[in-house]
């Protein structure tokens, strides 16, 4: 066998320029995040830098609005998952039946998944307002009070889920209904000639055979929410009184507006850190076998 | 047993109606509001009749405004040729890279793919900083190069590429190399143009991953003349500005409309891709 430098080459050619590219975008970044989150200097001059050991790790965890940040990426995300498993759930047994117009419908749910983030937030930032909204046109329509939406601290939160609920149902019901289709049909029907009524049938064989589905898409939707930065940037600026500050948006404007990087490097850590270890926990969970 | 069916029947329609509506309306009323004056907008709110959702006096004047004021165009093409180079960039390493870890024996290809699958979770918006200041070093600051180059080494790609290229049959290659083809070649007239549906969805889903992105954008450029389209339109409402509705809302009509255009055309490799986007690991 001759494994010469020709075959290096050939290597080195197919797959080296890949490599180059991800070790100066994706490795060296992460290394430098490591670095600079120990360090206090500015972007405007990178260079000029004085080491501070864990001191940004110290101010991180101990200032009230990087632990807000924190507080309400997490709460947010858990209103997502609350809100859009059930829905993307339910929407998927619903599309897998049999139903006039299945396509058009599919097609409808699945919009706001290739809409962009930027541009879902600006169309909710107008649907939520307060005074020529279109929720609250249709609220007043129903005979509901109308809700300040955005500008309240206990409604901003709130309606950035409702809009998450609107924007990943399509998602996380495609994921669903490819779930859906891979079960055997033999359970359902036997349950069916045992007596089991339609409900009964969703609650103890449907819902339990979807558990490695729900898991993945638990995943999937707590990741989405947590990385959320167009939301706050466009429609709330993260307010009011930090209610809508998400890790993401927090991190944008330590780095480029408050000009401090060190301590936007510790945050993101932190935050890389916390996504890591719910990836990781997902390809266990979905390792395991599930027995039923 | 016939009155049940029509309640069922009735309630089924109800359903299907309130799922349609409330995934449909907010795309009509702002479609419908980028063809009105503001004060025919906000009359035409309460109460709620089928003016909201149908413009009675349509006029383009928005979306004129648009291009002739707000640079519109000149955001629409940056967009275009970031999406269209990220796209290009993307097919050309993702599939040499598959090609070498699938059809090349070499040791550490192993390694080779769980590095890469590791970087498969990193969060964008984790590395924004020290991404930024790698780009500025390269001096790619606020160029449209800046926008794309840091993601045309897909994990994503490559991880949908391997795929596709083990589910091709080696007797293909071996065949050719039979007839005394080399590595270039198996690639170029074997492989390629057996795994265009996978070529095609990666194509897609990069399109829309590339022309949707909006952070990282907002991060690398500040110039208004290298602005891409998300970042007009996310300008138009930034928080404490009086914006104008219609013009906002024909600006992110014309931002979505291309994407929209292509899925209804293209949805089955676009559903396939993004549900992909999911099952790593």
Known sequence: MKRTAAHWLTVAVFVGPFLALLAVFQYWPVFAMLRDSLYDFQLLDPTRRSFVGLENYFYVLTDPDRLQAFAVTFSFAAGVVVCVVPVAFLLATYLNGRLPARALIRTIVFLPVVTSAVVIATMWTFLLEPNNGLVNSVFGAFGLPRLEFLTSKTQALPSIVLMMLWQQTGFATVLYLSGLQSIPHDLDDAASVDGASAWQRLRHVTLPLMARTTVLVVVMMTVFSLQAFAPPLVMTGGGPEGTSNFLAFDIYTLAFSLQQPGVASAVSVMFMLIVLAISLLQMRVLRAKFVY | ?281
């Not at chain 2, 109800?14 to 409330?22: C, E, G, H, P, T």
């Not at chain 2, 998300?230 to 291309?258: D, K, Y």
């Open chain 2, 1 to 281: 047993m016939t009155r049940l069916k029509l309640l069922q029947w009735i309630g089924g329609g109800v359903v299907l109606v309130a799922i349609i509506a409330f995934f449909l309306m907010p795309y009509v009323w702002i479609v419908a509001s980028s063809f009105k004056q503001q004060s025919a907008i906000f009359a035409d709110m309460r109460p709620l009749s089928w003016r909201t959702f149908i413009p009675s006096q349509p006029t383009v004047e928005n979306i004129v405004n648009l291009f002739r004021l707000r640079g519109v165009g000149r955001a629409l093409v940056n967009s275009a040729v970031v999406s269209i180079c990220q796209v290009a960039g993307t097919l050309v390493l993702c599939t040499l890279a598959a090609y070498g870890l699938t059809r090349i024996r070499f040791r550490g290809a192993n390694i080779v793919f769980a590095l890469v699958l590791m970087t498969f979770l990193l969060p964008l918006e984790s590395l924004m900083v020290p991404l930024y200041i790698t780009v500025s070093g390269l001096r790619l600051q606020d160029t449209l190069v800046g926008v794309f180059i840091p993601w045309v080494a897909s994990p994503f790609g490559l991880f949908l590429l391997r795929g596709a290229f083990e589910e091709l049959p080696r007797e293909l290659d071996e065949a050719a190399r039979i007839d005394g083809a080399g590595h270039f070649r198996i690639f170029w007239s074997i492989v390629l143009p057996n795994v265009r549906t996978a070529l095609a969805t990666l194509s897609l889903v990069t399109f829309l991953f590339s022309w949707n992105a909006f952070l990282w954008p907002l991060v690398v450029l500040s110039s208004p003349r290298n602005a891409v389209i998300q970042i007009a339109v996310a300008q138009s409402v930034a928080p404490g500005q009086l914006p104008n509705w219609g013009e906002t809302f024909a600006g992110v009509t014309v931002a979505t409309v291309p994407l929209i255009i292509l899925f209804l055309f293209l949805q089955r490799f676009f559903v396939r891709g993004i549900a992909m986007t999911g099952v790593k690991g």
